[in-house]
């Protein structure tokens, strides 16, 4: 009888991949990020499912139009007229309503918010004009309205600065374009 030598394979080298350790390896290195990355993705997917994205600095009211028309066609003309008109549209996108408070611009000292009441549509003087939730509040010189009283010749620039005060929203301050007379 010859004797059955048997020996134990060799140890692979350091850098041979061969194997089939290193794919279990690679696995076990890669669960921990791969999961973290699981969860963050579902977690973000929730927040924006649930419309949550973005509350940070999300836009609770859009103004699709502003305008300041100008009060008459030459400079000397518009000295003469006491107060220029805005136009400007409100679109609240929240469920809850919202009221604008007040408008405050560098280019008149007093402004105030107007209301039509009645069938002769007389404007009366208001301390906050109401926004529906999901609702639309328009302003015009022949609806509800800003009125700014005095203000300083801006017949000439390109834009008015008008800073919105809401009760919820906070301040808003955007760049209404000068326009022609009468004209949003």
């Not at 350091?14 to 990355?37: F, K, N, T």
């Not at 611009?105 to 069938?119: D, N, Y």
């Not at 549509?121 to 022949?142: D, M």
Request: with cysteine.
């Amino acid at each position: 009888m010859t004797p059955v030598t048997t020996s134990a394979p060799a140890p692979a080298p350091a850098g041979d991949r061969s194997g089939g350790g290193w794919l279990a390896e690679l696995a076990r290195a890669a669960a921990g990020p791969v999961i973290c990355a699981v969860v963050v993705i579902a977690v973000l997917s929730g927040w924006v499912a649930s419309r949550g994205a973005g509350t940070l600095t999300q836009v609770r009211l859009r103004i699709t139009l502003a305008a300041v028309p100008q009060r008459a066609f030459t400079v000397k003309a518009a000295d003469a007229v006491g107060s220029a008109h805005t136009y400007l549209t409100i679109r609240n996108l929240r469920g809850s309503p919202d009221e604008l408070l007040a408008v405050r611009t560098p280019i008149a000292s007093h402004v105030v918010l107007t209301e039509r009441t009645g069938l002769t549509g007389k404007q009366v003087v208001v301390h906050g004009l109401a926004i529906p939730g999901n609702g639309t509040l328009t302003l015009s010189p022949l609806t509800d309205d800003v009125v700014l009283e005095n203000p300083a010749p801006f017949e000439a620039t390109k834009d008015v600065p008008l800073t919105l005060v809401f009760r919820h929203a906070g301040t808003v301050t955007i760049e209404a374009p000068v326009t022609p007379p009468g004209t949003p």
